[in-house]
């Protein structure tokens, strides 16, 4: 439960994925998440899971 994975995609980008989460995520910006840049690493993208884990991994960051 709430694991996370970080996968480089064919850009070099890092998208953070939460693993085994409801709906499988794509390897892109265009992810049903809309996966969102980290704050000061736009090379890292961070998708959020339709099961709301982040919640419990960050402290209260509202996406
Ligand atoms: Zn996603």
Redo the contacts with the bound molecule.
């Keep these: 439960m709430s694991a996370w994975a970080a996968y480089e995609d064919q850009a070099g980008a890092m998208?953070v994925?939460?693993m085994d989460?409801l709906?499988p995520?794509?390897l892109g910006d265009g992810?049903?998440?809309?996966?969102t840049p980290e704050d000061d690493r736009s090379d890292i993208v961070v998708?959020?899971?339709m099961d709301r884990r982040e919640y419990t991994r960050e402290m209260g960051r509202v996406q």
């Design positions: 998208h994925l939460p989460d709906k995520h794509v992810c049903w998440c809309k996966p998708h959020h899971s």
